[in-house]
């Protein structure tokens, strides 16, 4: 049988050896963490390699994710669909081994990591889904959520601010069943972190009321073990465990220095690393004794068939709540689905009056939260600001988990972070609010959401000048253009009830990727919707306002300024002009359209075209061409009323029409 040292050293090799055969990559963290690993992996987490989706596994997150080597090798050690080929393919095209590590690509990876502190964001995340799960499913005796959330760290993931605005929450929230491990190798990339990084991490944590292990040996299995058992009895905080390491562990003349963290070792360097560890086997070389001491299938099947034995259980006694999570872990809606949009588009296209697009996404939220109890919110200190605050909303607070929404205070990055590790552990369909403008500092986690394809649907109010009297710090200009750059983010922008009901259905109809709402704080003017809008509009772009006779003007615009577009074409009518107005609500989903729709929409042969946004203006060069024109805000706002702003910028019915006039001459 191999000692815990032979099984970490299996780590070691394979990390050294990937890296040094891509010639890429961090062998450092992998070397260093690989003791704390092997005895999590194999004394305590509950997985099963043969089932990576199994609904009740231990997620384990490694946050710092540039050593995505320690957990390939992990993942094909114990068993899970990476064979050892994979490996050797480390970080080449179209292999199950990229550079970091990425959710849907690599059987066992949780979460996509890299960007330094998000790992541990969305680990945050996922011990809030299960502490929520368990709450509204588990019964006496009955545990069927029941699981834990481990992550990695290291130096750079606690010097991140999003560090800072997760763990804070955490720890008020108190997930005890949250553990993190911290690689305190005093290693960054620019050398010993002494210089630039000396907080008293374990003061800091215990003061956002973390549990805190300090000075674990991370190269001691005993110390390990009883670091992981102290942090497993903890009844109300999450825990940190302060792992003393060294980054390279193993390697003669690199060993705690910055230069094994991202750079080959190289092959002389490799060979008294095998000579200083006692490992003799060639390259990408496992012996049979200690690939069975890792095998962890026939343990994980058993796991998993205890737990399939308990649910069966639980389903017998307690039908209708086993059918209701095991929906929701499918990330199925409601049977009734269909019927509740239909009414609720049937409701929005009979408003008569005038309502901010906030506003009417709470009206949507109303009617929604209560047909879809996976619905799950928060806002970033601004719920009644973004509306988030729906009828019956329900916050979560320290040991009380039976809710439906988190107050995330000011923490817009950490919360659009957290919502992603909600949206990945399943089994609820997280969104969250904030300003438009404020986006700036979520928008990585953005990004993520979009690169991982998770249902997270973000509320981004106060969409443009029209916020008026708090200025151009506070007056969204060119966010809505530079988010409609993210590739699978799709952002709408409605123009009406209708519309931000579109929206919401859409987004929540989505498998495959997040959505973006952009509301306006002042009240539109609702706008006619005939039959045929309850199925274009859902297309992102569709044709609101058709003059009689063939249309010789188009005129695009979205949000606030559809309006705007609507009363100058009515304007050209009666002087004898014919202007189409086509509302764009979402230009992403309207361009996935295809070609014929698009033309029929947008005709290609009619070239005088007036787009009307306010924002940016460049964006919609791609619709009208450089023979149109855009009536846009290409500089920071003003602080005044809106009304004043929107007429300082040319948002008036007769600058349109003048507009529309040039382009017609």
């Given amino acids: 049988m191999p000692t815990r040292f032979e099984l970490a ?71 899970y669909d990476l064979p050892i080929e994979e490996l050797k393919n480390f970080r080449q095209l179209h292999s199950k081994t990229p550079g970091h590590p990425e959710h849907g690509i690599t059987p066992g990876v ?61 720890g008020t929230l108190g997930l005890n069943k949250l553990i993190v491990f911290y690689d305190d190798n005093s290693i960054s990339i620019d050398g010993e972190v002494e210089g630039w990084f000396r907080d008293d991490t374990p003061a800091r944590f215990e003061a956002y009321g973390w549990q805190v292990v300090r000075n674990v040996d991370g190269h001691n299995a005993n110390e390990i073990r009883k670091a992981i058992e102290t942090a497993r009895a903890s009844a109300d905080k999450p825990t940190l465990i302060c792992c003393k390491t060294i980054i390279g562990f193993g390697a003669p003349t690199l060993q705690g220095k910055e230069k094994c963290h991202g750079a080959p070792l190289g092959e002389a360097e490799i060979l008294l690393a095998r000579d200083q560890l006692g490992w003799s086997h060639t390259h990408f070389e496992i012996p049979a004794e200690v690939r069975a001491g890792w095998d962890a299938r026939a343990a994980g099947q058993a796991r998993e068939q205890r737990w399939q034995d308990l649910f069966d259980a639980y389903a017998a006694a307690f039908p209708r709540e086993a059918a209701e999570l095991q929906r929701r872990l499918r990330g199925e809606l409601p049977a009734d689905w269909k019927s509740v949009v239909e009414a609720l588009l049937a409701e929005t296209r009979a408003a008569d009056k005038p309502v901010a697009t906030r506003k009417a996404s709470k009206n949507v939220l109303d009617i929604v939260a209560v047909k879809l109890p996976e619905l799950f919110g928060g806002s970033a200190d601004l719920s009644e600001s973004n509306c988030t605050d729906f009828k019956g909303h329900k916050p979560l607070r320290a040991g009380r988990f039976a809710g439906n929404y988190v107050n995330y205070g000011v923490r817009e990055f950490g919360m659009s972070a957290i919502m992603n590790g909600i949206a990945l552990h399943g089994g609820l369909i997280p969104f969250g609010g904030t300003f438009l403008v404020f986006s700036d500092y979520a928008r990585n986690a953005l990004r993520m959401a979009a690169l991982m394809k998770q249902r997270s649907i973000f509320v981004l109010t106060h969409d443009s000048i029209g916020l008026g009297e708090d200025g151009p710090t506070h007056q969204a200009v060119e966010h809505v253009a530079s988010l409609r750059l993210i590739p699978g983010l799709q952002v709408w922008r409605p123009a009406d009830a209708f519309e931000t009901a579109v929206a919401w259905t859409c987004a929540i109809e989505r498998h495959d990727g997040p959505s973006a709402l952009a509301l306006s704080r002042q009240n539109l003017s609702p706008q006619v919707h005939p039959d045929a809008h309850l199925s274009d509009a859902r297309r992102g772009g569709y044709v609101l306002w058709e003059p009689a006779g063939e249309p010789e003007l188009l005129i695009i615009a979205t949000g606030s300024e559809v ?13 004898g002009r014919r202007a189409r107005v086509v509302s764009m609500p979402c230009a992403e989903r309207f361009m996935a359209q295809d070609a014929g729709y698009r033309d029929a929409v947008l005709p290609p042969a009619l070239r005088r075209r007036l787009a009307i946004e306010a924002g940016v203006s460049l964006y919609w060069r791609a619709f009208v061409g450089f023979d149109g024109d855009v009536i846009g805000v290409d500089r920071f706002g003003e602080s005044a009323p809106a009304a004043a702003v929107f007429k300082l910028f040319g948002f008036t019915v007769d600058n349109v029409v003048a507009r529309a006039e040039r382009l017609l001459a």
């Fill in 9 to 79: 050293n299996a780590i070691r090799a394979l990390a050294m050896d990937a890296v040094q055969k891509a010639n890429s990559g961090h062998p450092g963290m992998p070397m260093g963490m690989a003791d704390i690993a092997e005895v999590l992996w194999n004394d305590f987490l509950s997985h099963n390699p043969g089932n990576p989706q199994w609904p009740n596994r231990d997620r384990f997150v490694v946050s710092n994710g540039h050593g995505s080597m320690l957990l390939y090798a992990l993942l094909h050690l114990t068993g």
């Fill in 110 to 170: 949780e979460t996509t990591t890299g960007p330094l502190g998000q790992g541990l964001a969305n680990a945050v995340g996922m011990a809030i889904a299960e502490r929520v799960l368990a709450t509204q499913f588990n019964r006496d005796g009955f545990p069927v959520v029941d699981h834990h959330t481990y992550v990695f760290v290291g130096d750079g993931c606690l010097m991140e601010g999003i560090s800072h605005e997760a763990c804070s929450l955490a």
């Fill in 563 to 575: 309006q705007l577009a609507v009363e100058a074409a009515r304007k050209l009518a009666e002087k």
